[in-house]
């Protein structure tokens, strides 16, 4: 069943983010754009790769208006001892959110419960809470920030434009389409 315009259920988690512990919840993250970024698990190896990519990027996400988080289902304080340990995730600036009783992977539907951990999932998130855009791959598989951002770009544009669409690898500023009446119905 698809996810698309799945409003995210109300959460309170806590959240490692510039060496600090905060808490983050549902009411954060309405009214502007944010990605929720599930990784399997703090200490390994196709994490860091990404969540580097992520941090390398996040002043374009900040720029859009759009908040990254990071989530795994490791505690907050699992997180600070990868950051304090990582190069790599020393980098990290946006949130990372700890989800060990896995409410937040439950609602998103990437919690593998035989492992205890969460799929590689990407979900673009709007201002209302709900689900626009989504990814999930395979645990041995990266993705890529530059993509990402191009789909939350996309996403932004055709909320402010609905009556436009995206084509393939469309940039902002590029043509987009405008569908006739009687092609809505082949979307």
């Not at 060496?19 to 994490?47: M, Q």
Request: with cysteine; hydrophobic share 40%.
């Amino acid at each position: 069943m698809s996810m698309i315009q799945k409003e995210i259920a109300d959460f309170s988690v806590q959240a490692f983010q510039n060496n600090d512990f905060h808490t983050v919840t549902k009411a954060d993250i309405l009214g502007k754009w944010s990605v929720f970024f599930f990784y399997p698990a703090d200490f390994t190896f196709v994490c860091p790769t990404e969540l580097e990519d992520l941090a390398n990027q996040y002043d374009k996400f900040k720029a859009a208006g759009c908040e990254i988080y990071a989530v795994s289902c490791d505690t907050h304080f699992v997180h600070k001892a990868w950051h304090d340990a990582s190069e790599r995730i020393q980098k990290i600036q946006y949130p990372m959110l700890a989800d060990p009783t896995h409410a937040l992977a439950k609602d998103f539907e990437v919690y593998i419960e035989a492992d205890g951990l969460a799929e590689r999932g990407s979900f673009i998130v709007n201002p209302e809470g709900k689900i626009v855009a989504y990814e999930v791959t395979a645990g041995n598989v990266g993705r890529n920030a530059d993509e990402l951002f191009r789909r939350v770009q996309a996403s932004q544009f055709v909320a402010a434009h609905g009556d436009e669409v995206c084509p393939a690898k469309w940039q902002p500023g590029a043509e987009t389409l405008k569908p006739s009446l009687d092609l809505v119905g082949q979307l």
